[in-house]
Nanobody, 120 residues
């Protein structure tokens, strides 16, 4: 079955950086767009960033544009999120998601999440 396993979360001071990773298995990685979502305490899950199956197209939430970079390594079946200039409001559980095959924007598979905490 499809498994998505996130790693790389932790505690960091405001202005710092973290790199999240998501290891995928049980799917043809190159057929799926991938994305990062996050959920802060007491709030709903929100979109952070997405990347197409080829890696040619990316998009970002306005709140992270210019600070976060999404990328993928199709040979290793890995998804990344480089987070720079972190702010306390970036504190959340970050989830990796995989789309339906060749359907960017429709995410059917989810990881268990990794906690990111940014202290002020």
């Amino acid at each position: 079955q499809v498994q998505l396993v996130e790693s790389g979360g932790g505690l960091v001071q405001a202005g710092g950086s973290l790199r999240l990773s998501c290891a995928a298995s049980g799917l043809t990685f190159t057929a799926h767009a991938m994305a990062w979502f996050r959920q802060a305490p007491g709030k709903g899950r929100e979109f952070v960033s997405a990347i197409s199956w080829s890696g040619d197209n990316t998009n970002y939430a306005d709140s992270v544009k210019g600070r976060f970079t999404i990328s993928r390594d199709n040979a290793k079946k890995l998804l990344y999120l480089q987070m720079n200039s972190l702010k306390p409001e970036d504190t959340a559980v970050y989830y990796c998601a995989a789309s339906r095959p060749f359907k960017m924007g429709q995410y059917d598979y989810w990881g268990q999440g990794t906690q990111v905490t940014v202290s002020s």
